[in-house]
């Protein structure tokens, strides 16, 4: 039997939170690892969202996130204020790992350049392969090992 207590608090001892700014797209993506649903809520709140949205995407984390691996948070009240949230650290030496953060930066990608207006097209997808790559070397840079 697990302690609920214990569990939570191993929860806000292996949070982490990493910025990662995309100046060309005037956006930020926030990468979040663990935590509580108040640390949630502060990131969130940091990221200028406001408060009912914060309060909703916390929830969401802690209420829905129980059995999956990762997922992006696409914020209606700040679009270029992208999460990806990841309830447990990720084993970023896995194989799998590679197509769940490939996943999920996908979405992150295709929500920037769909904000900025450019669809994908045979003559576009450089600009979605070029912030892709991007993204998938500063994920790595930020969350090592």
Known sequence: MSDPL???????TNH?????????????????IGGTHEQHFEAFK???LHVWECTHLADWCRDEMRHNAAVTLQPTTRPRSQFIYFP?????MKAETV???????LHVTI?????????????SEEAY??????LMQEFWKKVKK
């Open 6 to 12: 214990l569990a939570e608090l191993n929860r806000m």
């Open 16 to 32: 982490e939170c990493h910025l990662i700014v995309i100046p060309d797209w005037s956006a930020k993506l926030t990468i979040l």
């Open 111 to 123: 929500s920037l350049l769909s904000l900025a207006g450019i669809k994908l097209t045979a003559s």
């Open 129 to 134: 392969t070029y912030l892709h790559g991007h």
């Open 88 to 92: 447990t650290r990720p084993n970023i």
């Open 46 to 48: 940091k990221r200028k």
């Open 99 to 105: 197509g769940t953060v490939a996943h999920e930066l």
